[in-house]
């Protein structure tokens, strides 16, 4: 059984940092890419940032590049997204998802998601 389970998420001031994980179990990330998205009340889910299969790969959106920062330890099969200076924008529930081998922008192209995390940068 694949599964995602996401922690790390809580609330934090404004300009303040969390580390977000992504613990993949029934698999092994060596032949999936694994994509954060967020979605806050009120719009449509979308991509942070991504890593391609044995991190070949990473992607950001513009709205986080120099912010975030995905990364992963492929002994504890987990996928990293540390966040530092967050702003009251980021704050939304974070998911991450799985699909084979190539990060791609489309949502509806993943596969396997987790149960997401809230994430709430408020003073």
């Known amino acids: 059984q694949l599964q995602l389970v996401e922690s790390g998420g809580g609330l934090v001031q404004p300009g303040g940092s969390l580390r977000l994980s992504c613990v993949a179990s029934?698999?092994?990330?060596?032949?999936?890419?694994i994509g954060w998205f967020r979605q806050a009340p009120g719009k449509e889910r979308e991509g942070v940032s991504c890593?391609?299969?044995?991190?070949?790969?990473?992607n950001y959106a513009d709205s986080v590049k120099g912010r975030f920062t995905i990364s992963s330890d492929n002994a504890k099969n987990t996928v990293y997204l540390q966040m530092n200076s967050l702003q009251p924008e980021d704050t939304a529930i974070y998911y991450c998802?799985?699909?084979?081998?190539?990060?791609?922008?489309?949502?509806?192209?993943?596969?396997?998601w987790g149960q997401g995390t809230q994430v709430t940068v408020s003073s």
């Open positions: 998802a799985a699909r084979l081998t190539s990060c791609h922008h489309d949502v509806m192209r993943y596969n396997y």
């Open positions: 029934g698999f092994t990330l060596d032949y999936y890419a």
């Open positions: 890593l391609s299969r044995r991190g070949g790969s990473t």
